[in-house]
């Protein structure tokens, strides 16, 4: 099965996830559940969540037994970008091709709807059909991965280097944070769904790691070379903001190149659990083709 074979029949699942815990989570049918709505409604490439459906898929499993796990992951991705168009962050007016949540719903109930979706991310973990075990691993590790020594670290990271001359060592460990982070944790779950063996899981984190590495890098270049319209928010911040990025430090060129190098250990490490007869990973090598220029 390919990727967008995968896509068709995985995402409308994810989506109507999305909202029917929303429905029940949020009872109260005001503001607060129409901006947290409106933000996870947007949309998106939703490639964290078919990341960790995939794993399961990849690996034999059933995904209907990762669709709570994946629908927290992306309600926490989501709460992320509501606090990062915030005007404090990175004050952006536009994110998956529609006004950001502050711009309709003002500042203090676009950090509330953040809130509330960072919240529920949990609570559906700890109800989602599995083991005990099961989700005291995943939530135990989606606090790591979108907390203070995660995601959030890698966010303030990322404010305090703009304007600051950054190492390609430095700009490597925030994007490991901020974007790599939530990725790894999407192969991790899927792994632990499936009740994976510890080799099949250290090598699936290995590729998802690299993977997010190269997924920051393309949205650097995408932000040099991309369009509105193309990307769903304005491009050229970076540079409006003065942060470092690999085609800053790299030249376009370098950076495309970095990507390269990052895709092929994304692609080793695939190898590594397909190699062990374990596990279909075309439908994961699918992910590595998407992030390709």
Known sequence: MDLNEFKSIALPQLEDTLLEELEIGVPTKGSLFEAMTY????????????LLLATIQSLGGNIKSGLLAASALEYIHTYSLIHDDLPAMDDDALRRGQPTNHIIYGEALAILAGDGLLTLGFELLAKSPLTEKQKVRLI??????????????????????ESQKLTLTDLQNIHKKKTGELLKFAAYAGAVIVDADQETETQLVKFASHLGLAFQIRDDILDVIGTTAELGKETGMDAVHQKSTYPGLLTLAGAKKELAEELAKAQTSLANVDNKSVADTQLLEDFITLLEI
Not at 147 to 161: F, I, T
């Open 140 to 161: 135990l590790a989606l606090s790591k991965a979108a907390g203070a020594n995660g995601m959030v670290v890698g966010q303030v990271s990322d404010m305090e280097g």
């Open 39 to 50: 933000s996870v409604k947007a949309g998106g490439k939703r490639i964290r969540p078919l």
